[in-house]
C-alpha cells in the first residue's frame, strides 16, 4: 500500500533504507548503449530545489539477481507550501508520485495525487484529469522537470472544481451501493466478482465520524480506503475471508485511478 499519510519529510539514509535501488549508480546489466542512467536520488535533489520533498518511498521485490538494485521504484513527494483549503476543514495536500527504474525498461513518470488530513487517506488522481508525465532518462534536464511540475500544480483548480463537484452530489441508499459494487470491480476481476458474495452495505459503512455523510466525496473515500487496506470480508466457495491488503504499489496506483474515474462518472 502507498503510505501517502506520511507528514514527515524523509531523510536520505531513511529513504536509501527503504529503497536501495533509488540510489543505484550505474545502469541494470540488461540495458543498451544507447541508454542513459540517471540515478532517481538526482531527481530527489531536484524536487527538493522546487519545493518538494520525499513523504514515502518504495520498490518492488526483485524477481532475480540481474535485477536487484535496479527494479521499479516509487517516491512519493508533498510541498508543504502548497495546500488546498476545504471550506469544511477539508483541507488536501496535494502530492506528486514519481516511479521509475534502472533497468532500461521504465522512463521517470510522473503521477498527480491527493492527501486527505481530515482523515489521513492518500488518494491518486484520474489521468481523465492529470495525464502521466513521463521524461525520458536520455536529455533530461532540471528546466524540463521544473516546467512540468509548474504545469502540474497549474491543473490544481480541476481538482478543487472536481471535489466540489463530488460533495455536492448526494446518494441515495441505492446510489451508494451501486457505487461500492462499481468500485469492487477495479479490484476483483469480472470472473471473480461471480464468484464471490460481498456485504456491500459493509463496505459503505463510514470507519470515522469526519467521512460519514451522504455526499459523493465522503462516500468514495470511505469505500478507496477499504478497498485499498483490505478493511472488508467476502465469501467465496462457501468461506469467509478477509481482503488483503494492496500492498503492491504498481496495482495501488491502478486501483486508485479508476476509482478516481469512476467517481467522476458519478459526478457528471
Given at each position: ?13 531513511q529513504?536509501?533504507?527503504a ?68 471550506d ?17 525498461k ?20 484520474s ?91 465522503s ?8 478497498i ?22 504498481n ?13 467522476l462518472?458519478?459526478?457528471?
Open positions: 500500500m502507498l503510505d501517502l499519510e506520511k507528514n514527515d519529510f524523509l531523510t536520505k539514509e529513504i536509501r533504507k529503497a536501495p535501488s533509488i540510489f543505484t549508480t550505474e545502469a541494470g546489466p540488461e540495458t543498451s548503449d544507447k541508454y542513459t542512467h540517471i540515478p532517481t536520488s538526482v531527481i530527489i535533489d531536484d524536487m527538493e530545489k522546487l519545493g518538494w520533498s520525499v513523504v514515502d518511498c518504495k520498490e518492488v521485490k526483485a524477481r532475480k539477481s540481474s535485477t536487484k538494485g535496479f527494479q521499479k521504484h516509487l517516491i512519493v513527494f508533498r510541498n508543504p507550501e502548497i495546500v488546498i483549503i476545504g469544511d476543514g477539508d483541507d488536501v495536500f496535494p502530492q506528486v508520485l514519481l516511479t521509475n527504474s534502472h533497468d532500461g521504465n522512463a521517470f513518470t510522473f503521477t498527480a495525487g491527493l492527501f486527505r488530513m481530515v482523515c489521513e487517506n492518500g488518494l491518486v488522481i489521468t481523465q484529469q492529470f495525464e502521466d508525465v513521463k521524461m525520458r532518462h536520455m536529455g533530461y534536464k532540471f528546466e524540463e522537470l521544473q516546467e512540468e511540475i509548474r504545469a502540474m500544480v497549474e491543473k490544481l483548480p480541476l481538482t478543487v472544481e472536481s471535489m466540489n463537484k463530488m460533495k455536492k452530489v448526494k446518494l441515495d441508499a441505492k446510489k451508494k451501493l451501486k457505487f461500492a459494487k462499481e468500485a469492487l470491480k477495479t479490484r476483483f476481476p469480472e470472473e471473480e466478482m461471480k464468484r464471490i458474495k460481498v456485504d456491500f452495505k459493509d463496505l459503505i459503512d463510514p470507519i470515522r465520524k469526519e467521512d460519514e455523510g451522504d455526499d459523493l466525496w462516500v468514495f473515500n470511505v469505500v478507496q480506503e477499504k485499498i487496506e483490505g478493511d472488508f470480508n467476502y465469501n467465496a466457495g462457501g468461506k469467509s475471508r478477509k481482503a488483503r491488503q494492496i500492498k503492491n504499489f496495482q495501488d496506483l491502478k486501483i486508485n485511478k479508476e476509482l478516481f474515474s469512476l467517481a462518472e458519478f459526478a457528471s
